[in-house]
Structures are given as structure tokens and as C-alpha cells.
């Protein structure tokens, strides 16, 4: 837990300056070719999360379909890649626009569920989640698993944050109000 409290405090004080902390985090898909069949699980993610930290997530193409244009940044643009360092299933990398391209290799020949992972590791690099064993910032725990945080490398067969990943995240963003509880 100690871990957990750490990054909360370091994250939810710089998290601010980079995401704005306004309570809305803008994604797009469409830039997401060949991976479209994750899209469902992308969306259910963020429907999910929104239970419980106090964000709420705008899918800008909904908005343009639903308005006709779409005129602010956006956040969390998804993205795929061929040209990926062969090291990296995914990578979330921060723009000096304050938003992030989340980035999952586009010719990989993972299973279905390594993805799901891989998306979700990156889009807790995006919302502030970062990995366990990095020292940089002096909360470094070479103990936990995947089943712990999605954020290890030990991947595990998961579809959503553990509860350490949705506690550290309450801890950056700030708990919604209308729900206490982790399900």
C-alpha cells in the first residue's frame, strides 16, 4: 500500500499540469487501423474506469458524429504501429501538445488477451500509472506481479486494473463521488 500512496502524491501533483485534471480526458480511435476489433474493449475500459476515479471520457468521434465536428485536443490518441522497436508490444508517449499517443504494434502475432494487456498497460501509462521496478522516483517494488498491476511486465490474464491500479489511479484523478466501492 505504501507503494500505492507513493504514487499518489507524485502523480496527482504533476498529472495536473499535463492532463489538465478538469475532469475530462478526450480519445480517439480513428487513427487505430487494423486493430479496430479492440475498439469495444477500449470503450468499456474507460465506461468501466469512469465508475470509479472522477474522469469522464469523451470518445471524440462519437461527438463528431454526434455534432458534426470535433474542435479541442485530444488526450489519448490510439494509434498502431509497424515500425516499433521490436522490444515494445505497445508504448504510451507523451506529445509536448499535452496529449499521449498510445501505440500498439499493429504486425504482432500476440494472443487476444496479451493485446487487451498491452492496451491496458499503456492506457495506465496515459492516466499516470507507471511500473513497479522503475527507481526513478524512489518507490521502486520488485514484489509485485501482474496480478497486482497491470504495470509489471509479468502479464497476466486480466481485462481491466487490479486494485492497486484503480486505487493509485483514485489517488491521481480523485474517487467519483457516486461510487465507493471496487467491483
Same mark, same amino acid.
Given at each position: 500500500?505504501?507503494?500505492?500512496? =507513493?504514487?499518489?502524491?507524485?502523480?496527482?501533483?504533476?498529472?495536473?499540469?499535463?492532463?489538465?485534471?478538469?475532469?475530462?480526458?478526450?480519445?480517439?480511435?480513428?487513427?487505430?487501423?487494423?486493430?479496430?476489433?479492440?475498439?469495444?474493449? #477500449?470503450?468499456?475500459?474507460?465506461?468501466? /474506469? =469512469?465508475?470509479?476515479?472522477?474522469?469522464?471520457?469523451?470518445?471524440?468521434?462519437?461527438?463528431? =458524429?454526434?455534432?458534426?465536428?470535433?474542435?479541442?485536443?485530444?488526450?489519448?490518441?490510439?494509434?498502431?504501429?509497424?515500425? /516499433?522497436?521490436?522490444?515494445?508490444?505497445?508504448?504510451?508517449?507523451?506529445?509536448?501538445?499535452?496529449?499521449?499517443?498510445? #501505440?500498439?504494434?499493429?504486425?504482432?502475432?500476440?494472443?487476444?488477451?496479451?493485446?487487451?494487456?498491452?492496451?491496458?498497460? =499503456?492506457?495506465?501509462?496515459?492516466?499516470?500509472?507507471?511500473?513497479?521496478?522503475?527507481?526513478?522516483?524512489?518507490?521502486?517494488?520488485?514484489?509485485?506481479?501482474?496480478?497486482?498491476?497491470?504495470?509489471?511486465?509479468?502479464?497476466?490474464?486480466?481485462?481491466?486494473?487490479?486494485?492497486?491500479?484503480?486505487?493509485?489511479?483514485?489517488?491521481?484523478?480523485?474517487?467519483?463521488?457516486?461510487?465507493?466501492?471496487?467491483?
Amino acid at each position: 500500500m505504501a507503494y500505492v500512496e =507513493e504514487l499518489h502524491s507524485w502523480w496527482a501533483e504533476d498529472y495536473s499540469l499535463i492532463m489538465g485534471n478538469d475532469g475530462l480526458v478526450t480519445y480517439s480511435l480513428s487513427n487505430f487501423y487494423g486493430l479496430e476489433r479492440y475498439n469495444d474493449f #477500449i470503450h468499456g475500459v474507460f465506461d468501466r /474506469l =469512469e465508475h470509479y476515479i472522477d474522469v469522464k471520457f469523451i470518445n471524440a468521434e462519437r461527438v463528431r =458524429e454526434m455534432i458534426g465536428f470535433w474542435n479541442w485536443p485530444v488526450e489519448l490518441d490510439f494509434k498502431n504501429a509497424t515500425d /516499433l522497436d521490436r522490444d515494445y508490444a505497445g508504448l504510451a508517449r507523451y506529445q509536448q501538445d499535452n496529449t499521449w499517443d498510445v #501505440i500498439i504494434r499493429k504486425d504482432n502475432t500476440y494472443p487476444d488477451s496479451f493485446n487487451k494487456y498491452v492496451i491496458l498497460h =499503456e492506457i495506465g501509462h496515459a492516466l499516470g500509472l507507471e511500473h513497479p521496478f522503475d527507481n526513478s522516483d524512489g518507490d521502486f517494488n520488485d514484489e509485485l506481479t501482474g496480478y497486482d498491476t497491470v504495470m509489471s511486465y509479468d502479464w497476466g490474464r486480466v481485462n481491466f486494473f487490479t486494485q492497486d491500479d484503480v486505487d493509485t489511479l483514485i489517488g491521481i484523478w480523485g474517487s467519483n463521488p457516486k461510487v465507493s466501492y471496487f467491483s
